[in-house]
């Protein structure tokens, strides 16, 4: 199939024989499939002329007229109109309704010949030709059905297709799984190709891609956590393509290169699927080691820099050629302090280096992202073997292993935290700390709240204040008597002031507060009780106030199935909320109660000699005024 891809840039107006004629100026752009072959090409025409004189002037007459479709849209990314008219149809249309692109099909398997050549079709070949199909393209309100239609596109301009009516069930099936896998992978073609897995050139042709653009153009701009590849779902769409391959369709020779290259994707997939696998494995591996990734004893590099002329030293070294000389002999000093922060320029200062003195380099790759740890010395300017230079040395050696960070995996903390915690019952904060000032592990805490743990513990341990650890585990649902004197209070506030209503809907055993609008408003009352109680203010020293936060935690939680209820002490069975239904101008009830509450003050006056109406439930009267709260018992 070829495609001719057009856009009107701009118009013009040019006067020729006294006649006005309008112009305007179209960007042409031919395609054999999803391949350019023509173009981007800048072409004048006019407004009066016809699809086929532009179509013409792009083939040079050197192309016939049929099975050509026309189609145009306003937009770059806008579902594509078909022109009923085709080729007869005028390019005014195009600016009367506001049409921008124009695009042409050459159906089935049209190639660019010569006139002379072409022949016309009889019954025979045109059965031939539609012996063959492909799934109908779909409307492109999406990116993903984008991709749908440019693989049928790249089918049709290959000649391949389903006999009969298989094209609606197996072979839309296979086109959906193929859309489905390229449009999973399609965000991460990147990474893939940084892993040696790269797209086969069959796919790499779609129009997308050969304008270094992606499909999924959405994963960029979403500003929720963008979710990456995973073995799981690479394996599942590897297989479900690799099952529609081993259908019989499959095996003709019309569909061998389009095979090919299918099966190219799917080991391309799987190979990233086993560099997970493998990732995953020897990650599962160093953590449950018993054994640091790298140690000092293994890993380290030790060498010998010769020295050179002064004169010949670049000027880059000369800070650093100046420190050694000034200093004593095994007397270290960090590279890493002076080399440049550019990881080319970096490896290239440390593999050139040029100083005045023998040195000797000390190398500690920590793998991953934490670089490499580089050490420089001066050494002695003498051939002989001296004892006091090797003892010197050798303490040098060790003085740089012990301040080298050391990173234990999780099953060495595993395994120290499970035999100290049969002797004492310790928290896991706690553990880690001691862990850590035990062994100088130096690996980072796995969260946020973990990391804020132990920076605390590490205060509490500097500033050797017992009396902070104990005010946290106080306060950390401790049940102590410090504030018995304001709970009992608050209760005796709640059980002697009826302040406490049951659910509108008679539902649960939770009550409710309607009196005090804020946690500081019934903390302000109950300290106007105890200041009435004691003789107050002040308040004697042995009672203390709550703040309102502790206050506000010690009700039940307003719903019981949220994180944050684990928070609430439930102390009272009181929820501190306004219920809904009490503060409604009018309910949805409300014609029913009033029905029933008029059949009953009908039924009383007319039996008055042997009935008497009493009014006894909680939500008869609800006295609305300064001072009252808003639900009473009446």
């Known amino acids: 199939m070829h495609v001719a891809f057009f856009k009107i840039s701009t118009w013009r107006f040019v006067l020729h024989d006294t006649t006005l004629y309008k112009k305007m100026f179209i960007i042409v752009q031919v ?56 080729l007869q149809g005028k390019l005014l249309l195009m600016k009367t309704l506001g049409f921008i692109y124009l695009k042409y099909i050459l159906l089935l398997c049209d190639f660019v010949v010569p006139l002379s050549q072409i022949h016309t079709p009889n019954a025979f070949t045109r059965l ?13 309100d999406t990116r993903d059905i984008l991709l749908y239609n440019h ?9 391949v297709g389903w006999p009969g009516n298989d094209h609606n069930t197996c072979g839309k099936k296979f086109i959906e799984r193929l859309t489905k896998a390229i449009w999973y ?42 979710s990456q590849l995973t073995r799981l779902e690479l394996f599942q769409l590897a297989n479900s393509i690799e099952l529609s391959l081993a259908e019989p369709w499959a095996s003709k020779d019309s569909w061998q290169e389009v095979v090919l290259n299918v099966f190219e994707l799917t080991s391309m997939m799987k190979k990233y699927f086993d560099h997970l696998d493998n990732t995953n494995n020897n990650m599962k591996a160093l953590h449950e080691s018993e054994n640091p990734a790298r140690e000092p004893s293994t890993n380290c590099n030790v060498r010998l820099i010769s020295k050179c002329d002064k004169r010949e030293i670049d000027t880059r ?31 290239d200062f440390i593999h050139n280096i040029q100083l005045s003195v023998l040195t000797g380099l000390y190398r500690y790759p920590h793998g991953n992202y934490l670089g490499t740890l580089n050490f420089i010395w001066r050494e002695p300017d003498t051939d002989e073997i001296n004892e006091d230079y090797e003892t010197l040395k050798a ?127 019934l903390r302000d009352r109950i300290i106007t009780c105890l200041n009435a109680i004691y003789q107050g203010p002040p308040l004697p020293s042995d009672i203390f106030i709550l703040s309102e936060e502790w206050i506000r935690l010690n009700f039940a939680p307003s719903n019981a199935y949220t994180t944050k209820a684990l928070q609430y002490t439930g102390r009272f069975n009181v929820k501190y909320k306004v219920q809904s239904r009490l503060l409604r101008k009018s309910s949805e009830d409300e014609h029913y109660c009033r029905t029933l509450f008029k059949y009953e003050r009908e039924f009383n006056i007319k039996y008055r000699d042997y009935a008497c109406f009493i009014s006894a439930d909680d939500k008869h009267k609800v006295p609305i005024g300064e001072g009252v709260p808003v639900s009473t018992v009446q």
């Not at 693989?151 to 000649?159: H, P, T």
């Not at 050139?201 to 963008?226: A, D, I, T």
């Not at 590490?458 to 018995?484: A, V, W, Y």
Request: aromatic share 10%.
């Open 31 to 86: 395609n054999e499939g999803a391949k350019i072959i023509i173009g981007p090409l800048v072409k004048e025409v006019e407004e009066s002329s016809l699809f086929s004189t532009l179509f013409d002037s792009v083939f040079s007459g050197n192309y016939f007229h049929q099975n050509v479709r026309v189609e145009v849209r306003r937009t770059e990314t806008g579902p594509w109109v078909s022109v009923q008219e085709g």
């Open 128 to 140: 031939m030709d539609f012996r063959y199909q492909l799934p109908a393209q779909k409307r492109e």
């Open 151 to 159: 693989i049928i596109q790249l089918f049709q301009s290959m000649c």
């Open 185 to 226: 992978i399609d965000p991460h073609l990147e990474k893939l190709r940084s892993r040696g897995c790269h797209l086969p050139l069959l796919f790499s042709s779609l129009p997308v891609y050969q304008q270094n653009g992606v499909y999924n153009e959405y994963y960029q701009r979403m500003k929720k956590k963008k």
């Open 317 to 347: 070294y000369h800070s650093l050629d100046s420190d050694l000389t000034n200093r004593e002999l095994f007397d270290f000093i960090d590279l890493n302090l002076y080399v440049p922060d550019d990881p080319i320029k970096k490896h």
């Open 395 to 521: 303490q040098m050696i060790i003085r740089i292993n012990d301040i080298i960070p050391v990173y234990c995996t999780r099953q060495m903390r595993k395994n120290v935290f499970q035999k100290y915690s049969l002797v004492r019952n310790l928290s896991k904060p706690v553990l880690r700390m001691l862990y850590h000032d035990l062994t100088g592990d130096a690996s980072l805490a796995n969260d946020k709240i973990s990391k804020e743990m132990e920076e605390r513990l590490r205060l509490m341990m500097l500033l050797e204040d017992p009396s902070i650890i104990i005010d946290l585990r106080t306060n950390n649902g401790f049940q102590g008597s410090k504030f018995d004197i304001f709970w009992d209070e608050l209760n005796r506030y709640f059980n002697e002031h009826n302040n406490t209503v049951v659910n509108e809907r008679r539902t649960g055993a939770t009550l409710y507060i309607p009196y005090a609008i804020s946690i500081r408003e």
